[in-house]
């Protein structure tokens, strides 16, 4: 196919060494019929454990909240937290195609310590269940527990090191690539549910190349062919993991404003702030998905970095990580109660 790129990508040197390893891990641990080969992801998924002792800091501790399935989230507490009167909470969930990583891998470690520092917040990165032995709707029934779980008082109260000036009424969804998938589908839920919760109250969604997919190809996904860690191969190969069993990509989770789309209009979403990078082949229904945002009436607010790739801000050296970090820490203060 030919390119009809007017910018061609340049990466430094280090960055570009990662994300070739980082794309031979993704495609040699994928099997042929559908599995991942757990053991030869854990040699090169570098997991860290929390810090119960300030590191850069901030502290981190794992908390069980759903002990039948065995699934926790990593608390960040940032460095003399209780100096302020509250603090907003950021529930993160990380990217790696609903089949891949966790919150304990050292990239998602960082990134949620740097965001529990530089914006003052406390941030719960959520363990949730992995596909294909955990198939849809597990990964969004696991975040609904944890809004849940944050909800009832006798649950934070039990939390060694919850501080006490966390703020359950200022709470932030966040995601990158499927955890963003993840965060925007549990907005939905918190919605048609709000009711349920006594105290707990989402004060914006941090949607970060959200995860999409659809029968339909649309422009970005075949112009941008060979770039960085995503591809159409790699992406139909973790939807089908993801899917139950005869499911398409039109399926209201995947195609999330496609032919099967959930019903919005009348639903009362958080404010949005969604970002897309230029180099990213999901590009073109992010961007159909800022659209169908606003036509829903939601608020929205896209930013888009022309030269940035899929995931580029779990590379600390892409100045756009820096950007990234800023903007949201304006959202926040915008949007918190
Ligand atoms: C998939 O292949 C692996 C390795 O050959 C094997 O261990 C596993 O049992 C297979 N799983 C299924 C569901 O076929």
């Known amino acids: 196919m030919a390119a009809k790129k007017t910018q061609s990508l340049t990466l430094p040197f280090k960055t570009r ?12 641990v994928r099997r042929n019929n559908g599995t991942i080969n757990r053991g030869v992801m854990k040699l090169f998924d570098r997991r860290v454990p929390a810090k119960p002792i300030s590191s850069n800091s901030v502290s981190s501790h794992d908390v069980v909240f759903d002990p039948s399935n065995n699934l926790w989230f990593r608390l960040f507490v940032p460095h003399k937290a209780d100096i302020v009167a509250s603090l ?14 966790s919150a304990a891998s050292s990239v998602y470690d960082a990134v949620c310590r740097r965001f529990a520092r530089e914006l003052k917040v406390v941030v719960c990165s959520v363990e949730y269940r992995l596909s294909p032995e955990q198939k849809f709707p597990s990964q ?20 060694p090191h919850w501080p006490g000036n966390a703020d359950v009424s200022t ?26 919760f ?36 790699r992406n139909d190969w ?4 993801f899917l139950p069993e005869g499911k398409d990509l039109d399926h209201w989770a995947v195609n999330v404003c496609g032919p099967n789309a959930l019903d919005i209009r009348g639903l009362e ?37 022309s030269d940035a790739i899929h995931a580029f801000y779990i590379f600390p050296q892409l100045p756009h990580a820096n950007l990234l970090m800023a903007e949201i820490k304006d959202f926040i203060n915008k949007h918190k109660f």
């Open 17 to 28: 060494v990662q994300v070739a390893l980082l794309g031979l891990v993704i495609d040699g």
């Open 88 to 101: 907003p909470i950021i529930v993160f969930f990380h990217g790696g195609g609903f089949s891949l990583l």
């Open 140 to 159: 969004y029934d696991d975040g609904f527990s944890v809004l849940k779980f944050l909800d009832k008082p006798h649950n934070r109260r039990d939390i």
């Open 171 to 196: 709470v932030f969804l966040a995601g990158d690539s499927a955890g963003a998938n993840l965060a925007h589908h549990l907005s939905v839920s918190y919605a048609k549910s709000s009711s349920s």
């Open 198 to 233: 006594s105290l707990l109250k989402l004060a914006g969604l941090i949607n970060i190349q959200p995860f999409l997919g659809g029968k339909e190809r649309v422009n970005s996904e075949v112009e941008l062919e060979g770039m960085p860690i995503v591809s159409l191969e």
């Open 238 to 241: 973790m939807w089908k993991a």
């Open 269 to 305: 979403l958080p404010p949005v702030l969604l970002f897309v990078g230029g180099f990213d082949p999901m590009k073109d229904r992010q961007k159909k998905y800022y659209e169908w945002l606003r036509r829903n009436d939601k608020d929205v607010k896209l930013v888009e970095y």
